[in-house]
């Protein structure tokens, strides 16, 4: 009997601790099977041991040269938009690069911080990219170099949009740049503004929707007119960023007290409202049925910027061209309120092997006018260069055929002037989509707002055991 | 050689030591990556569990020992309305993963013992019966984050059977599984079910195939029909092997983590809608990942680790003391 208690206590034990086991640490070794010196893709093995779903590293370059240079991204981006275009400048100096795309945001910094943790880890990131939702947490820590150290100088980062500089700004030191500026629009599609609005001329359009009560009426109008068929936005959560940008405070602030500020709660209002109205389709922002929705009548606009233009609107357009799924029937209008979503700034690592070709990078890809203008020609990216967006728009690169011929560049240029910074923190990512779950809980009727709210509280306060709940 | 024989010369006594001590050597590589990788683990788990450490940003604070107070909040919350025992993250999580394993495996061991009496029943003699068993057990061989992909882009909100159980008329037009608690919970209990009844069916099979066939014989032959068969021999019989499945799928269940990590969560890893399919160990991924307070998730992995073993003595003294008991009981007797 007693062996038997002791042989189930030790089975239990050994089960219990597998999971405990694997969650500490996932410092990547270094993998060493990869024999071959060309730029191959070669999968990292320590990661994909902890959790099945955590996606391999895909890496581009030699990893096992003596001066490589690492890059990390959560996806391509920074391949497409920036190396690409340093590689044709200083195809020397983009050898060393080795670009490490760790596969999707979700484990992007899990998987850098345990890197950054340990300067001799022979895969430690000499440069970051860093998203707004979680810039502070990297920009306010000793892991980034503020750029001046990189000879990086004021007078460089002239034609930048100031928003840009202060977003990465620590007590008075810029830690990292965006080679692109996020202006955010309201993007509709043309035939069926024309069909229940009468017009399709962004201008006039824009009356539909010049606040959020118009929007809303305008949404109940292109309901009634569709007999149901038309929906305004494919899923309350469109909306979201537009309030999340107009933000006066941080989730929480300098005592570390968690608030929920009144631009949140109206746009928990909202989303109620849009969800009663029934001017949704009821999809979740990023999965495959709001993607999908692009090319279907079901929805008549989605609330988006820059890069959503291109690499969300179009890429799900179901064409290629004019006339192709639902490919130049897309038109921009500033919607409700001005805002701006998102935007990818890189910043040098403490452990930085290389500090000159870090800066060379962020100077090619940040500052530099020339190179910026052929940036934006090549992904259409709207670039952070006052001077280049000037002098494209004058060649007439922006007038965009997915647009009907309308000039994005000179559409987002205002816009971009305008947007001001919101409060962040470095938790925003992770207390954002707690917020998510608890509005769409409050949006489906399962629970009245303050509960939500209530709910909301206790969940943040208990993952980051630093704040306090009012 | 001449060593060997010389010592076996020695006595019978020796010579039994002597084997025994490569006994020791043979068995030693596991003792060694037990402590390791499992011991070491354990003890540290539950020692982190007592240190205040945690980072705020990427500054890391502590470890600084702060004794019971990570495993007491595991407990307990105290707010505005007091204590209250239970409240907690912790314990949400826990109850999210016990409600899911019950309802995964009590139609599952109803199943599986349903289908295993069938395919062993002497008397129906089931034909094509290998066909069955390789079917059913089929879907345990798919990997469980393939099914969880899968499921979930049935019953999203445009999926295939969101859209067939609507124009059935079963569920009303705007309908969406994905922000519903229960349908969520029942989801994910489903696929754990379809994927284990399987696996538990052939463990039972084998068990019922273990009894000895001249007790269900002379049980006919004294004219009892399946029914009595069922519940009178081929039920009290099994009950080790039930127990086996009963425990094992215990300590799988509580630790039910890749299914619902890929069914219905959001970019953070949350187990939504609300928390609902947040699983114990999604919760303490999530603690010593996304918000680095080891501590916290100390003191989470060692309440799971003493839930498991009350549920597992639990059910081992409720199954397997009586025929204990019994078993001493009439050895006293003779």
Same mark, same amino acid.
């Given at each position: 009997?007693?062996?038997?208690?002791?042989?189930?206590?030790?089975?239990?034990?050994?089960?219990?601790?597998?999971?405990?086991?694997?969650?500490?640490?996932?410092?990547?070794?270094?993998?060493?099977?990869?024999?071959?010196?060309?730029?191959?893709?070669?999968?990292?093995?320590?990661?994909?041991?902890?959790?099945?779903?955590?996606?391999?590293?895909?890496?581009?370059?030699?990893?096992?040269?003596?001066?490589?240079?690492?890059?990390?991204?959560?996806?391509?981006?920074?391949?497409?938009?920036?190396?690409?275009?340093?590689?044709?400048?200083?195809?020397?100096?983009?050898?060393?690069?080795?670009?490490?795309?760790?596969?999707?945001?979700?484990?992007?910094?899990?998987?850098?911080?345990?890197?950054?943790?340990?300067?001799?880890?022979?895969?430690?990131?000499?440069?970051?990219?860093?998203?707004?939702?979680?810039?502070?947490?990297?920009?306010?820590?000793?892991?980034?170099?503020?750029?001046?150290?990189?000879?990086?100088?004021?007078?460089?980062?002239?034609?930048?949009?100031?928003?840009?500089?202060?977003?990465?700004?620590?007590?008075?030191?810029?830690?990292?740049?965006?080679?692109?500026?996020?202006?955010?629009?309201?993007?509709?599609?043309?035939?069926?503004?024309?069909?229940?609005?009468?017009?399709?001329?962004?201008?006039?359009?824009?009356?539909?929707?010049?606040?959020?009560?118009?929007?809303?009426?305008?949404?109940?109008?292109?309901?009634?007119?569709?007999?149901?068929?038309?929906?305004?936005?494919?899923?309350?959560?469109?909306?979201?960023?537009?309030?999340?940008?107009?933000?006066?405070?941080?989730?929480?602030?300098?005592?570390?007290?968690?608030?929920?500020?009144?631009?949140?709660?109206?746009?928990?209002?909202?989303?109620?409202?849009?969800?009663?109205?029934?001017?949704?389709?009821?999809?979740?922002?990023?999965?495959?049925?709001?993607?999908?929705?692009?090319?279907?009548?079901?929805?008549?606009?989605?609330?988006?910027?820059?890069?959503?233009?291109?690499?969300?609107?179009?890429?799900?357009?179901?064409?290629?061209?004019?006339?192709?799924?639902?490919?130049?029937?897309?038109?921009?209008?500033?919607?409700?309120?001005?805002?701006?979503?998102?935007?990818?700034?890189?910043?040098?690592?403490?452990?930085?092997?290389?500090?000159?070709?870090?800066?060379?990078?962020?100077?090619?890809?940040?500052?530099?006018?020339?190179?910026?203008?052929?940036?934006?020609?090549?992904?259409?990216?709207?670039?952070?260069?006052?001077?280049?967006?000037?002098?494209?728009?004058?060649?007439?690169?922006?007038?965009?055929?997915?647009?009907?011929?309308?000039?994005?560049?000179?559409?987002?240029?205002?816009?971009?002037?305008?947007?001001?910074?919101?409060?962040?923190?470095?938790?925003?990512?992770?207390?954002?989509?707690?917020?998510?779950?608890?509005?769409?809980?409050?949006?489906?009727?399962?629970?009245?707002?303050?509960?939500?709210?209530?709910?909301?509280?206790?969940?943040?306060?208990?993952?980051?055991?630093?704040?306090?709940?009012? | 050689?001449?060593?060997?024989?010389?010592?076996?010369?020695?006595?019978?006594?020796?010579?039994?030591?002597?084997?025994?001590?490569?006994?020791?050597?043979?068995?030693?590589?596991?003792?060694?990556?037990?402590?390791?990788?499992?011991?070491?683990?354990?003890?540290?788990?539950?020692?982190?569990?007592?240190?205040?450490?945690?980072?705020?940003?990427?500054?890391?604070?502590?470890?600084?020992?702060?004794?019971?107070?990570?495993?007491?909040?595991?407990? &307990?919350? *105290?707010?505005?309305?007091? =204590? #209250? %025992? +239970?409240?907690?993250?912790?314990?949400?999580?826990?109850?999210? !993963?016990?409600?899911?394993?019950?309802?995964?495996?009590?139609?599952?061991?109803?199943?599986?013992?349903?289908?295993?009496?069938?395919?062993?029943?002497?008397?129906?003699?089931?034909?094509?019966?290998?066909?069955?068993?390789?079917?059913?057990?089929?879907?345990? &061989?798919? *990997?469980?984050?393939?099914? =969880? #992909? %899968? +499921?979930?882009?049935?019953?999203?909100?445009?999926?295939?059977? !969101?859209?067939?159980?609507?124009?059935?008329?079963?569920?009303?037009?705007?309908?969406?599984?994905?922000?519903?608690?229960?349908?969520?919970?029942?989801?994910?209990?489903?696929?754990?079910?379809?994927?284990?009844?399987?696996?538990?069916?052939?463990?039972?099979?084998?068990?019922?195939?273990?009894?000895?066939?001249? %007790?269900?014989?002379?049980?006919?032959?004294?004219?009892?029909?399946?029914?009595?068969?069922?519940?009178?021999?081929?039920?009290?019989?099994?009950?080790?092997?039930?127990?086996?499945?009963?425990?094992?799928?215990?300590?799988?269940?509580?630790?039910?983590?890749?299914?619902?990590?890929?069914?219905?969560?959001?970019?953070?890893?949350?187990?939504?809608?609300?928390?609902?399919?947040?699983?114990?160990?999604?919760?303490?991924?999530?603690?010593?990942?996304?918000?680095?307070?080891?501590?916290?998730?100390?003191?989470?992995?060692?309440?799971?680790?003493?839930?498991?073993?009350?549920?597992?003595?639990?059910?081992?003294?409720?199954?397997?003391?009586?025929?204990?008991?019994?078993?001493?009981?009439?050895?006293?007797?003779?």
């Amino acid at each position: 009997m007693k062996k038997k208690m002791l042989a189930l206590a030790l089975a239990t034990a050994m089960t219990t601790i597998s999971l405990a086991g694997c969650g500490t640490s996932s410092t990547p070794t270094d993998a060493t099977t990869n024999k071959s010196t060309d730029a191959t893709t070669e999968t990292d093995t320590a990661t994909a041991e902890t959790e099945e779903e955590i996606p391999e590293n895909e890496i581009i370059g030699n990893p096992d040269a003596e001066d490589a240079f690492y890059v990390y991204c959560w996806n391509a981006d920074v391949m497409n938009n920036v190396i690409k275009y340093f590689q044709e400048v200083y195809p020397e100096d983009a050898k060393r690069i080795v670009y490490v795309n760790t596969g999707g945001s979700d484990y992007y910094q899990t998987k850098i911080d345990a890197l950054l943790e340990d300067p001799t880890n022979p895969q430690y990131p000499d440069m970051i990219a860093m998203e707004m939702d979680y810039i502070m947490k990297y920009t306010d820590s000793d892991y980034t170099l503020p750029v001046s150290d990189l000879g990086i100088t004021e007078a460089d980062m002239k034609n930048m949009y100031q928003y840009t500089i202060d977003a990465a700004t620590v007590d008075g030191k810029v830690k990292g740049l965006s080679w692109q500026a996020t202006p955010g629009a309201m993007m509709y599609r043309r035939s069926l503004a024309e069909k229940y609005l009468g017009t399709s001329d962004p201008d006039k359009v824009q009356e539909f929707f010049k606040d959020w009560d118009t929007m809303l009426e305008t949404g109940k109008k292109i309901l009634a007119d569709s007999n149901g068929e038309t929906k305004l936005f494919s899923g309350v959560d469109d909306v979201k960023r537009v309030y999340q940008a107009s933000r006066e405070n941080a989730w929480y602030d300098a005592n570390s007290v968690l608030t929920v500020e009144d631009t949140m709660l109206n746009y928990m209002d909202y989303a109620k409202a849009l969800q009663d109205a029934g001017l949704t389709n009821g999809t979740a922002q990023w999965s495959d049925e709001w993607a999908a929705n692009v090319k279907s009548d079901n929805t008549f606009a989605y609330m988006g910027c820059t890069w959503f233009l291109h690499w969300t609107l179009k890429a799900n357009s179901g064409g290629e061209k004019v006339g192709e799924g639902t490919y130049g029937d897309w038109a921009m209008t500033a919607g409700p309120q001005s805002y701006y979503w998102g935007g990818t700034w890189l910043g040098a690592t403490a452990g930085c092997s290389d500090k000159e070709l870090a800066g060379k990078i962020m100077k090619a890809a940040t500052c530099d006018t020339e190179m910026m203008k052929k940036i934006c020609k090549g992904s259409l990216d709207y670039v952070n260069n006052k001077e280049a967006i000037a002098a494209l728009s004058a060649e007439g690169v922006g007038n965009y055929d997915f647009l009907g011929g309308q000039d994005f560049l000179g559409y987002f240029s205002p816009l971009a002037e305008k947007i001001e910074l919101p409060a962040m923190c470095g938790e925003d990512f992770y207390i954002t989509n707690a917020f998510d779950d608890q509005t769409n809980a409050y949006v489906n009727g399962n629970k009245d707002k303050d509960t939500a709210v209530k709910d909301f509280k206790a969940y943040v306060v208990d993952l980051y055991p630093y704040l306090t709940a009012e | 050689m001449a060593d060997i024989s010389q010592k076996s010369n020695m006595g019978k006594k020796r010579k039994t030591v002597e084997y025994g001590r490569y006994g020791y050597l043979f068995i030693a590589p596991f003792f060694i990556v037990y402590a390791i990788f499992q011991l070491w683990p354990l003890v540290y788990t539950i020692w982190m569990s007592f240190m205040e450490y945690y980072s705020k940003g990427l500054k890391e604070i502590g470890p600084n020992f702060i004794g019971f107070k990570n495993i007491v909040n595991a407990f &307990i919350t *105290t707010g505005k309305e007091g =204590a #209250v %025992l +239970f409240d907690t993250f912790t314990f949400k999580a826990l109850g999210n !993963t016990i409600f899911m394993w019950m309802l995964n495996f009590v139609p599952q061991i109803l199943l599986s013992l349903l289908l295993a009496s069938w395919f062993t029943d002497t008397r129906v003699k089931l034909k094509g019966q290998g066909a069955f068993k390789v079917t059913m057990f089929m879907p345990n &061989i798919i *990997t469980a984050a393939s099914l =969880a #992909v %899968l +499921f979930y882009s049935l019953f999203s909100i445009n999926g295939p059977m !969101t859209q067939l159980l609507k124009n059935m008329g079963a569920i009303p037009g705007n309908y969406d599984f994905m922000v519903h608690k229960l349908p969520t919970q029942i989801l994910i209990a489903f696929i754990q079910f379809w994927m284990w009844y399987g696996n538990t069916m052939i463990v039972l099979i084998a068990g019922i195939l273990g009894i000895n066939p001249s %007790l269900y014989e002379a049980s006919r032959v004294d004219g009892a029909n399946s029914k009595q068969i069922f519940y009178h021999i081929t039920l009290p019989l099994l009950k080790p092997i039930t127990l086996f499945v009963l425990v094992t799928s215990a300590i799988g269940g509580l630790q039910m983590y890749d299914i619902p990590s890929l069914f219905n969560v959001n970019q953070g890893g949350d187990g939504l809608p609300d928390f609902a399919s947040t699983t114990i160990t999604m919760y303490i991924r999530k603690l010593t990942l996304t918000s680095k307070d080891f501590g916290k998730a100390g003191a989470a992995s060692v309440v799971l680790f003493l839930v498991t073993l009350i549920i597992s003595l639990f059910f081992f003294f409720v199954l397997g003391e009586k025929e204990d008991r019994r078993q001493r009981k009439s050895r006293k007797g003779v």
